[in-house]
Protein backbone atom coordinates (compact mmCIF):
# COMPACT_ATOMS: atom_id res chain seq x y z
CA UNK A 1 0.00 0.00 0.00
CA UNK A 2 0.75 3.83 -0.53
CA UNK A 3 0.19 6.37 1.74
CA UNK A 4 -1.62 10.03 0.47
CA UNK A 5 -0.13 10.07 -2.86
CA UNK A 6 -0.94 13.43 -4.57
CA UNK A 7 -2.99 13.52 -8.11
CA UNK A 8 0.27 13.92 -9.64
CA UNK A 9 0.69 10.39 -9.31
CA UNK A 10 -2.33 9.56 -11.78
CA UNK A 11 -0.89 7.38 -14.55
CA UNK A 12 0.03 9.19 -17.70
CA UNK A 13 -1.11 8.51 -20.93
CA UNK A 14 2.49 7.59 -21.70
CA UNK A 15 1.69 5.00 -18.88
CA UNK A 16 -0.58 3.22 -21.00
CA UNK A 17 -1.27 -0.39 -20.54
CA UNK A 18 0.28 -2.53 -23.92
CA UNK A 19 -2.46 -4.02 -25.69
CA UNK A 20 -1.84 -7.36 -24.60
CA UNK A 21 -1.69 -6.97 -21.40
CA UNK A 22 -4.55 -5.33 -20.94
CA UNK A 23 -6.86 -8.29 -22.91
CA UNK A 24 -5.10 -10.06 -20.15
CA UNK A 25 -6.48 -7.93 -17.41
CA UNK A 26 -9.93 -7.31 -18.53
CA UNK A 27 -10.81 -11.04 -19.32
CA UNK A 28 -9.35 -12.55 -16.44
CA UNK A 29 -11.21 -9.81 -14.09
CA UNK A 30 -12.44 -6.98 -15.51
CA UNK A 31 -16.10 -7.94 -17.00
CA UNK A 32 -16.82 -9.94 -14.30
CA UNK A 33 -18.13 -5.97 -12.67
CA UNK A 34 -18.92 -4.52 -15.82
CA UNK A 35 -22.58 -6.19 -16.11
CA UNK A 36 -23.15 -7.23 -12.62
CA UNK A 37 -21.71 -4.93 -10.07
CA UNK A 38 -22.92 -3.69 -6.67
CA UNK A 39 -26.42 -1.93 -6.70
CA UNK A 40 -26.00 1.87 -7.41
CA UNK A 41 -27.66 4.31 -5.24
CA UNK A 42 -27.20 8.24 -4.97
CA UNK A 43 -28.42 8.41 -1.87
CA UNK A 44 -26.55 10.09 1.69
CA UNK A 45 -25.89 7.72 4.51
CA UNK A 46 -25.33 11.15 6.88
CA UNK A 47 -29.43 11.63 6.66
CA UNK A 48 -31.51 9.93 8.75
CA UNK A 49 -32.72 6.09 7.79
CA UNK A 50 -36.09 6.92 5.29
CA UNK A 51 -39.53 5.75 6.40
CA UNK A 52 -40.47 2.39 5.05
CA UNK A 53 -43.46 2.60 2.59
CA UNK A 54 -43.59 -1.24 3.14
CA UNK A 55 -41.71 -4.00 4.34
CA UNK A 56 -37.99 -4.23 2.81
CA UNK A 57 -37.89 -5.66 -0.91
CA UNK A 58 -34.80 -6.84 -3.00
CA UNK A 59 -34.19 -7.73 -6.63
CA UNK A 60 -32.52 -10.28 -7.53
CA UNK A 61 -31.33 -12.21 -10.99
CA UNK A 62 -32.53 -15.84 -12.73
CA UNK A 63 -32.08 -17.39 -15.80
CA UNK A 64 -31.18 -13.73 -17.13
CA UNK A 65 -34.05 -12.31 -16.13
CA UNK A 66 -34.84 -9.84 -12.73
CA UNK A 67 -37.32 -10.87 -10.55
CA UNK A 68 -38.44 -8.58 -7.05
CA UNK A 69 -39.49 -9.88 -3.65
CA UNK A 70 -40.27 -8.70 0.45
CA UNK A 71 -38.04 -10.13 2.55
CA UNK A 72 -41.41 -11.75 3.69
CA UNK A 73 -41.10 -13.75 0.34
CA UNK A 74 -44.40 -12.45 -0.09
CA UNK A 75 -44.74 -9.95 -3.57
CA UNK A 76 -42.88 -12.16 -6.01
CA UNK A 77 -42.64 -10.38 -9.45
CA UNK A 78 -41.22 -11.38 -12.18
CA UNK A 79 -40.25 -8.78 -15.19
CA UNK A 80 -40.54 -9.73 -18.32
CA UNK A 81 -39.66 -6.55 -20.74
CA UNK A 82 -40.80 -7.69 -24.39
CA UNK A 83 -38.43 -5.59 -26.04
CA UNK A 84 -36.74 -7.27 -29.65
CA UNK A 85 -33.13 -8.80 -29.55
CA UNK A 86 -33.01 -7.77 -26.05
CA UNK A 87 -31.40 -11.52 -24.53
CA UNK A 88 -30.72 -10.47 -20.98
CA UNK A 89 -31.85 -8.21 -18.04
CA UNK A 90 -30.38 -6.75 -14.96
CA UNK A 91 -31.18 -4.15 -12.62
CA UNK A 92 -27.48 -1.46 -12.16
CA UNK A 93 -28.79 1.45 -10.20
CA UNK A 94 -31.94 2.99 -7.90
CA UNK A 95 -33.03 6.23 -7.62
CA UNK A 96 -33.47 7.16 -4.23
CA UNK A 97 -37.38 7.45 -4.97
CA UNK A 98 -37.13 3.43 -4.44
CA UNK A 99 -39.31 3.57 -7.53
CA UNK A 100 -37.27 3.82 -10.51
CA UNK A 101 -34.43 1.21 -11.57
CA UNK A 102 -31.77 1.98 -13.80
CA UNK A 103 -31.54 -1.39 -15.79
CA UNK A 104 -28.77 -2.75 -18.55
CA UNK A 105 -29.92 -5.45 -21.45
CA UNK A 106 -27.53 -6.83 -23.65
CA UNK A 107 -28.10 -8.43 -27.09
CA UNK A 108 -26.84 -12.09 -27.96
CA UNK A 109 -23.28 -12.40 -27.42
CA UNK A 110 -21.02 -11.38 -29.99
CA UNK A 111 -18.35 -14.17 -28.25
CA UNK A 112 -18.73 -17.80 -27.96
CA UNK A 113 -17.03 -20.64 -30.23
CA UNK A 114 -14.10 -19.48 -32.68
CA UNK A 115 -14.32 -16.11 -31.16
CA UNK A 116 -12.76 -14.77 -28.20
CA UNK A 117 -14.05 -13.66 -24.61
CA UNK A 118 -11.65 -10.67 -24.23
CA UNK A 119 -12.00 -9.82 -28.48
CA UNK A 120 -15.55 -10.40 -28.80
CA UNK A 121 -17.20 -9.76 -25.73
CA UNK A 122 -17.59 -6.31 -25.64
CA UNK A 123 -19.19 -5.94 -29.43
CA UNK A 124 -22.07 -6.84 -27.98
CA UNK A 125 -24.60 -4.07 -28.07
CA UNK A 126 -25.97 -3.02 -24.92
CA UNK A 127 -28.85 -1.08 -23.79
CA UNK A 128 -29.85 0.96 -20.60
CA UNK A 129 -33.39 2.17 -19.41
CA UNK A 130 -35.21 3.63 -16.73
CA UNK A 131 -38.12 1.47 -15.24
CA UNK A 132 -40.76 3.06 -13.18
CA UNK A 133 -42.04 0.57 -11.20
CA UNK A 134 -45.56 2.30 -10.12
CA UNK A 135 -46.16 3.22 -13.83
CA UNK A 136 -44.80 0.29 -15.05
CA UNK A 137 -43.07 1.85 -18.26
CA UNK A 138 -39.90 1.42 -19.66
CA UNK A 139 -37.67 4.39 -20.77
CA UNK A 140 -34.32 3.72 -22.95
CA UNK A 141 -31.77 6.53 -22.07
CA UNK A 142 -28.34 7.06 -23.56
CA UNK A 143 -28.87 7.48 -26.46
CA UNK A 144 -27.69 10.29 -28.03
CA UNK A 145 -24.09 11.16 -29.37
CA UNK A 146 -23.93 7.17 -28.79
CA UNK A 147 -19.68 6.61 -28.26
CA UNK A 148 -19.73 2.43 -28.99
CA UNK A 149 -21.96 -0.29 -28.75
CA UNK A 150 -20.62 -1.50 -25.62
CA UNK A 151 -22.17 0.76 -22.47
CA UNK A 152 -22.10 -0.18 -18.97
CA UNK A 153 -23.76 2.11 -16.09
CA UNK A 154 -21.18 2.33 -13.00
CA UNK A 155 -22.95 4.90 -10.59
CA UNK A 156 -26.05 7.21 -10.71
CA UNK A 157 -25.08 10.71 -9.44
CA UNK A 158 -28.35 12.03 -8.47
CA UNK A 159 -31.13 12.53 -10.69
CA UNK A 160 -29.31 14.13 -13.89
CA UNK A 161 -25.81 12.48 -14.75
CA UNK A 162 -24.42 9.22 -14.56
CA UNK A 163 -21.15 7.50 -14.64
CA UNK A 164 -20.84 4.98 -17.79
CA UNK A 165 -18.02 2.52 -18.87
CA UNK A 166 -17.51 2.81 -22.46
CA UNK A 167 -15.17 0.10 -24.40
CA UNK A 168 -14.18 1.06 -27.63
CA UNK A 169 -11.73 -1.36 -29.80
CA UNK A 170 -10.86 -3.26 -26.38
CA UNK A 171 -10.04 0.21 -24.52
CA UNK A 172 -11.97 1.09 -21.48
CA UNK A 173 -13.18 4.42 -19.98
CA UNK A 174 -16.23 5.90 -17.76
CA UNK A 175 -17.64 8.95 -18.66
CA UNK A 176 -19.73 11.27 -17.03
CA UNK A 177 -22.92 11.66 -19.12
CA UNK A 178 -26.27 13.20 -18.87
CA UNK A 179 -28.74 10.06 -18.16
CA UNK A 180 -29.56 10.86 -22.08
CA UNK A 181 -25.89 10.32 -22.90
CA UNK A 182 -25.15 13.38 -23.89
CA UNK A 183 -22.54 16.02 -22.60
CA UNK A 184 -20.19 12.96 -21.94
CA UNK A 185 -17.26 13.76 -20.32
CA UNK A 186 -14.19 12.15 -19.57
CA UNK A 187 -14.01 10.49 -16.02
CA UNK A 188 -10.71 8.79 -17.28
CA UNK A 189 -8.36 9.00 -19.65
CA UNK A 190 -8.37 5.82 -22.77
CA UNK A 191 -5.25 3.58 -22.35
CA UNK A 192 -4.53 4.76 -18.59
CA UNK A 193 -6.22 1.05 -17.62
CA UNK A 194 -9.54 -0.17 -17.30
CA UNK A 195 -11.60 1.87 -14.63
CA UNK A 196 -14.71 0.14 -12.62
CA UNK A 197 -16.36 -0.90 -9.07
CA UNK A 198 -16.80 2.45 -8.18
CA UNK A 199 -18.56 3.80 -4.96
CA UNK A 200 -20.38 6.91 -4.06
CA UNK A 201 -19.48 8.82 -1.25
CA UNK A 202 -22.40 9.70 1.10
CA UNK A 203 -21.93 13.12 0.45
CA UNK A 204 -22.47 12.73 -2.82
CA UNK A 205 -19.41 14.30 -3.44
CA UNK A 206 -16.23 11.67 -4.38
CA UNK A 207 -15.98 8.83 -6.26
CA UNK A 208 -14.12 5.75 -5.16
CA UNK A 209 -13.12 3.42 -7.93
CA UNK A 210 -10.61 0.92 -8.80
CA UNK A 211 -8.17 0.79 -11.61
CA UNK A 212 -6.64 -1.69 -13.89
CA UNK A 213 -3.49 -0.13 -14.36
CA UNK A 214 0.06 -0.60 -15.88
CA UNK A 215 1.34 -1.06 -12.12
CA UNK A 216 -1.84 -3.20 -11.27
CA UNK A 217 -5.11 -2.81 -9.79
CA UNK A 218 -5.07 0.58 -7.78
CA UNK A 219 -7.61 1.92 -5.22
CA UNK A 220 -8.36 5.76 -6.57
CA UNK A 221 -10.97 8.31 -4.99
CA UNK A 222 -11.91 12.05 -7.28
CA UNK A 223 -14.27 14.40 -7.77
CA UNK A 224 -17.27 13.40 -9.90
CA UNK A 225 -15.29 14.76 -12.85
CA UNK A 226 -12.78 12.44 -12.41
CA UNK A 227 -10.30 15.07 -11.04
CA UNK A 228 -8.04 15.98 -7.78
CA UNK A 229 -7.56 12.45 -7.44
CA UNK A 230 -6.14 10.36 -4.66
CA UNK A 231 -4.72 7.13 -4.94
CA UNK A 232 -4.85 4.71 -1.52
CA UNK A 233 -3.84 1.55 -2.77
CA UNK A 234 -1.53 0.40 -5.39
CA UNK A 235 1.54 -2.40 -5.85
CA UNK A 236 2.22 -4.97 -9.13
CA UNK A 237 1.91 -7.91 -6.96
CA UNK A 238 -1.10 -7.42 -5.44
CA UNK A 239 -5.09 -6.51 -6.91
CA UNK A 240 -6.41 -4.40 -5.01
CA UNK A 241 -10.80 -4.57 -6.06
CA UNK A 242 -14.36 -2.72 -4.92
CA UNK A 243 -13.57 0.19 -2.54
CA UNK A 244 -16.84 0.89 -0.68
CA UNK A 245 -17.47 4.14 1.70
CA UNK A 246 -18.55 3.45 5.04
CA UNK A 247 -21.43 4.72 5.81
CA UNK A 248 -20.27 7.82 7.72
CA UNK A 249 -17.74 8.83 4.98
CA UNK A 250 -15.25 8.64 7.27
CA UNK A 251 -13.19 4.94 5.78
CA UNK A 252 -12.85 2.77 2.64
CA UNK A 253 -12.74 -0.61 2.49
CA UNK A 254 -11.58 -3.22 0.15
CA UNK A 255 -10.35 -6.56 -1.43
CA UNK A 256 -7.03 -7.63 -1.95
CA UNK A 257 -6.04 -10.37 -3.88
CA UNK A 258 -2.52 -11.62 -3.79
CA UNK A 259 -3.25 -13.11 -7.94
CA UNK A 260 0.39 -14.25 -8.40
CA UNK A 261 0.17 -17.12 -5.62
CA UNK A 262 -3.42 -16.97 -6.87
CA UNK A 263 -4.03 -16.77 -10.64
CA UNK A 264 -7.85 -17.32 -9.83
CA UNK A 265 -8.70 -14.88 -8.08
CA UNK A 266 -10.18 -17.27 -5.19
CA UNK A 267 -9.83 -15.18 -2.27
CA UNK A 268 -8.64 -11.72 -0.41
CA UNK A 269 -7.68 -9.92 2.75
CA UNK A 270 -9.78 -6.93 3.52
CA UNK A 271 -8.59 -3.24 4.07
CA UNK A 272 -9.53 -0.18 5.03
CA UNK A 273 -8.28 3.62 4.81
CA UNK A 274 -9.42 6.90 5.39
CA UNK A 275 -10.59 8.25 2.25
CA UNK A 276 -7.49 10.76 2.31
CA UNK A 277 -5.14 6.78 2.37
CA UNK A 278 -4.00 7.84 6.21
CA UNK A 279 -4.30 5.24 8.71
CA UNK A 280 -4.62 2.07 6.21
CA UNK A 281 -4.82 -1.55 7.95
CA UNK A 282 -5.00 -4.97 6.83
CA UNK A 283 -8.04 -6.02 8.93
CA UNK A 284 -7.81 -9.95 7.96
CA UNK A 285 -5.02 -12.33 7.47
CA UNK A 286 -4.91 -15.52 5.31
CA UNK A 287 -6.91 -13.93 3.03
CA UNK A 288 -10.29 -15.55 4.10
CA UNK A 289 -13.10 -14.24 1.81
CA UNK A 290 -14.08 -15.73 -1.20
CA UNK A 291 -13.99 -13.24 -3.74
CA UNK A 292 -14.12 -15.50 -7.47
CA UNK A 293 -17.52 -16.77 -6.28
CA UNK A 294 -17.72 -20.20 -8.48
CA UNK A 295 -20.49 -22.51 -8.28
CA UNK A 296 -23.03 -25.04 -10.10
CA UNK A 297 -22.28 -28.09 -12.32
CA UNK A 298 -20.83 -28.94 -16.12
CA UNK A 299 -24.03 -27.22 -18.22
CA UNK A 300 -25.61 -25.24 -15.47
CA UNK A 301 -22.61 -22.83 -13.53
CA UNK A 302 -22.21 -19.27 -13.28
CA UNK A 303 -19.61 -16.75 -10.89
CA UNK A 304 -18.45 -13.31 -10.57
CA UNK A 305 -16.68 -11.11 -7.60
CA UNK A 306 -18.28 -11.40 -4.53
CA UNK A 307 -18.08 -7.86 -2.94
CA UNK A 308 -17.93 -7.01 1.01
CA UNK A 309 -20.91 -4.62 2.10
CA UNK A 310 -21.07 -2.07 5.32
CA UNK A 311 -23.59 -2.39 7.68
CA UNK A 312 -25.13 0.77 8.85
CA UNK A 313 -23.01 0.42 12.08
CA UNK A 314 -19.84 0.58 10.72
CA UNK A 315 -18.78 -3.23 10.18
CA UNK A 316 -18.31 -5.07 7.50
CA UNK A 317 -20.24 -8.40 6.19
CA UNK A 318 -17.75 -10.92 4.04
CA UNK A 319 -17.65 -14.66 3.36
CA UNK A 320 -14.90 -16.27 5.01
CA UNK A 321 -13.97 -19.35 4.13
CA UNK A 322 -13.79 -22.69 6.77
CA UNK A 323 -10.07 -24.10 7.75
CA UNK A 324 -9.11 -25.95 4.63
CA UNK A 325 -11.63 -25.28 1.87
CA UNK A 326 -11.04 -25.94 -1.34
CA UNK A 327 -13.21 -24.57 -4.41
CA UNK A 328 -15.09 -27.09 -6.49
CA UNK A 329 -14.41 -25.20 -9.70
CA UNK A 330 -10.41 -25.25 -9.63
CA UNK A 331 -8.82 -22.60 -11.92
CA UNK A 332 -6.52 -23.73 -14.90
CA UNK A 333 -3.81 -21.30 -14.72
CA UNK A 334 -1.88 -23.01 -17.35
CA UNK A 335 -4.48 -23.42 -20.20
CA UNK A 336 -5.36 -20.13 -22.22
CA UNK A 337 -8.67 -17.99 -21.00
CA UNK A 338 -11.21 -18.38 -24.03
CA UNK A 339 -14.08 -18.17 -21.84
CA UNK A 340 -13.63 -16.00 -18.92
CA UNK A 341 -14.22 -18.97 -16.23
CA UNK A 342 -11.51 -21.52 -17.41
CA UNK A 343 -12.14 -23.83 -14.77
CA UNK A 344 -12.23 -27.83 -14.48
CA UNK A 345 -15.01 -28.89 -12.17
CA UNK A 346 -13.44 -31.50 -9.17
CA UNK A 347 -16.42 -31.82 -6.72
CA UNK A 348 -14.13 -34.78 -5.33
CA UNK A 349 -11.79 -32.49 -4.17
CA UNK A 350 -13.88 -29.79 -2.67
CA UNK A 351 -13.99 -29.52 0.85
CA UNK A 352 -14.83 -26.85 3.43
CA UNK A 353 -17.26 -24.00 2.33
CA UNK A 354 -17.93 -20.10 3.22
CA UNK A 355 -20.25 -18.69 6.26
CA UNK A 356 -21.29 -15.16 6.09
CA UNK A 357 -18.98 -13.13 8.66
CA UNK A 358 -19.44 -9.63 10.67
CA UNK A 359 -16.08 -7.92 10.63
CA UNK A 360 -15.29 -4.87 13.42
CA UNK A 361 -12.86 -2.43 11.73
CA UNK A 362 -12.19 -0.94 15.40
CA UNK A 363 -10.86 -3.86 17.08
CA UNK A 364 -10.70 -6.72 14.15
CA UNK A 365 -13.72 -9.09 16.03
CA UNK A 366 -15.50 -11.07 14.07
CA UNK A 367 -18.55 -12.31 14.58
CA UNK A 368 -20.21 -15.86 12.73
CA UNK A 369 -23.89 -14.92 11.18
CA UNK A 370 -24.63 -18.37 9.26
CA UNK A 371 -24.04 -21.72 9.40
CA UNK A 372 -24.91 -25.08 7.44
CA UNK A 373 -24.43 -28.76 8.18
CA UNK A 374 -22.84 -29.86 5.72
CA UNK A 375 -20.90 -26.66 4.65
CA UNK A 376 -22.27 -24.68 2.28
CA UNK A 377 -20.85 -21.68 0.14
CA UNK A 378 -22.50 -18.07 1.50
CA UNK A 379 -21.94 -15.39 -0.35
CA UNK A 380 -23.07 -11.78 -1.62
CA UNK A 381 -24.58 -10.55 1.76
CA UNK A 382 -25.73 -7.33 2.09
CA UNK A 383 -27.66 -5.83 4.87
CA UNK A 384 -31.59 -3.82 4.61
CA UNK A 385 -31.96 -0.12 4.21
CA UNK A 386 -33.51 -0.30 7.75
CA UNK A 387 -30.86 -1.86 8.91
CA UNK A 388 -33.40 -5.24 10.16
CA UNK A 389 -32.11 -8.16 7.43
CA UNK A 390 -29.25 -9.58 5.86
CA UNK A 391 -29.81 -10.98 2.63
CA UNK A 392 -27.23 -13.52 0.92
CA UNK A 393 -27.04 -16.51 -1.82
CA UNK A 394 -25.91 -20.19 -0.69
CA UNK A 395 -25.00 -22.65 -2.82
CA UNK A 396 -24.20 -26.16 -2.36
CA UNK A 397 -20.99 -28.00 -4.07
CA UNK A 398 -22.85 -28.90 -7.59
CA UNK A 399 -25.82 -26.58 -7.16
CA UNK A 400 -26.56 -23.06 -8.50
CA UNK A 401 -26.66 -20.59 -5.30
CA UNK A 402 -31.03 -19.62 -3.85
CA UNK A 403 -31.67 -16.26 -2.22
CA UNK A 404 -31.59 -16.61 1.82
CA UNK A 405 -32.57 -14.29 4.00
CA UNK A 406 -31.61 -13.50 8.26
CA UNK A 407 -32.26 -10.93 10.62
CA UNK A 408 -28.73 -8.88 10.90
CA UNK A 409 -28.45 -9.90 14.30
CA UNK A 410 -27.95 -13.69 12.75
CA UNK A 411 -29.27 -17.16 12.85
CA UNK A 412 -32.66 -18.08 11.71
CA UNK A 413 -32.09 -18.40 7.89
CA UNK A 414 -34.60 -19.06 5.84
CA UNK A 415 -34.24 -19.99 1.93
CA UNK A 416 -36.53 -17.72 0.02
CA UNK A 417 -36.32 -18.89 -3.73
CA UNK A 418 -34.06 -21.20 -6.12
CA UNK A 419 -34.70 -18.98 -8.83
CA UNK A 420 -37.58 -18.97 -11.90
CA UNK A 421 -37.49 -22.98 -12.54
CA UNK A 422 -35.38 -23.65 -9.53
CA UNK A 423 -32.30 -22.88 -11.85
CA UNK A 424 -30.50 -20.59 -9.25
CA UNK A 425 -31.00 -16.64 -8.28
CA UNK A 426 -28.09 -14.47 -7.51
CA UNK A 427 -26.89 -11.17 -7.18
CA UNK A 428 -29.71 -9.81 -4.86
CA UNK A 429 -30.15 -5.71 -4.16
CA UNK A 430 -32.41 -3.71 -2.09
CA UNK A 431 -34.40 -1.25 -2.83
CA UNK A 432 -34.11 1.71 -1.64
CA UNK A 433 -37.32 2.53 1.30
CA UNK A 434 -38.54 6.10 -0.12
Not at 62 to 83: C, H, P
Request: aromatic share 10%.
Amino acid sequence: MVSQPSPAHAPRPSECLPAAFLRTTISRRGFAALALGPALAAVSCRSPRPVARGPARFFFVSQGRTAMVNVDGSGLRRFDFTVPDQVTWQPAGFFPDGRRVLYLSMEARRDGPGRSFDEYYTQTPTHLWIHDLDRDSLTEIATRDRKAVFYTPELLLGEGRMLVQVVRNRVGQIFNMNLDGSDAREFTRAGEGLPYGCSLSPDGHRVAFHLASPSGYQIWTSDLEGSHRTLLAGHQDHLYFGPRWSPDGEWLAWQDCHFRQDPGHDWSDICVSRPDGTAQRVLTTGRPQWFAATYGRPGLRGGGSNMIAWTHDGRILFSRALPGTKVPWEYQAERPDTDHYNRDYHPESARGGTEICRLDPRDGGVERLTHADPPAWDCRASESPDGRWIVFCRAKTGRMPGIWVMPAGGGDARRLTDGLGDQGADQPRWLPQG
